[in-house]
């Protein structure tokens, strides 16, 4: 038993290899017509998640429409296989980012039609070397921004379809010769001001241009983004209400602001020339000198024009208080004066008893009714003149 079973399975073995080699050897045909100015391969519609890699490497013209392809990173390797690709269809996949680069090897493609998809962003370098390029389809998406760089490199571009996407500004710097825009909800104030004069100077046929309408504001919805009354004048007055005022600097010399600035630029470049090479010397402290020279002088420009715009604030400062004189005992003052003229000089021409007038006249004082004390020696005249 056990060696008719041996005997069996040894003869599975062989015609199990047979059919793997076989299966490897004949691939699935796709259905490509192959003539002698073209191979078009037909793929449309077979639930492909990815670009198939047994493709002719010599198609020029491949549909692949209706199927499940992303163009991730392993779609765009086997793109750029097919250089001498003439015609791409990729409508209705699951496409929803064009990265940079995805066709930078179809230089010799003249049509591209990726619409119906969900493609929400356009990397700035996703159409790089498409430079025969004449038809792009990019319509019923989800593009809501495209970079005018995006397609200044399509030099060749002459139809370009943005149809039923959620595009509200464009910026156009490539020339067309045929421009779908409808179905978008364009917003006709200053942001689309560039679009409508390049639509109005170019010789580029915007196709269903009655059906191109604004959508914002609500009392020109029924214009042509194209004839919608956008005033030139007005968007300049807004742009230069929204420009940032900063404060005057004219109480600041110029000639410092100069010096100042010439510090500031000589002081970088010792920065970067320490930092290009490394064995210079060590960089000072220059640069803190300079912060605080900054500060002082526009801390100093600042109190000057305050005092120049507010003068009232100072004169409290040069104001003062009168205060009550302090009331002294008699015998306080006897000692006080007892000890400042002994201490103080002799005075020629006078004798003991002018001291004691002088005395008893000078240090008179009286308490006046409103509780100051009066110094009689500056109400007497005569005494001046005696002394």
Known sequence: MDLAYDLILNMKIPWLMIWIGALFSNPVK????????????EESAKNYSSIPT??????TKLYLSNNNITL????K???QLFINLTELYLNENAITVLHNNTFCNLSKLTVLDI??????????AAFKGLNQLSILYLNHNKISQLDSDTTASLKNLMILSLQDNLLKYLDVKASFKLFTLNGNPWNCSCGLLSLQKWLNTSNVTMEHENDTLCAYPDVWNKSSIKTAPIQKSDCDSRRGSIAITTPSTSAI?????SILTSSLNSSNNNIRSNASYPGSPPLGKSWVFLLGVLVFVLSSSLL?????KFPLWYLYLISYNHRRLKEYEPE????????????????SNTNEQDSIVVFEQTHTFVLDEDGFIEDKYIDDPGLTEEV
């Open 30 to 41: 796709t259905d490509c017509n192959i003539t002698s100015l073209s191979v078009t391969c």
């Open 54 to 59: 047994s493709l002719s490497k010599n198609v």
């Open 72 to 75: 991730n990173d392993t779609d």
């Open 77 to 79: 390797k086997v793109l």
């Open 115 to 124: 619409s119906s998809n969900y493609i929400s962003t356009i990397e700035q």
């Open 253 to 257: 010399s110029p000639k410092i602001i």
């Open 304 to 308: 000057i024009f305050i005092a120049i």
């Open 332 to 347: 306080m003052f006897d000692k006080e004066f007892t000890t400042d003229l002994s201490t103080s000089p002799s005075i």
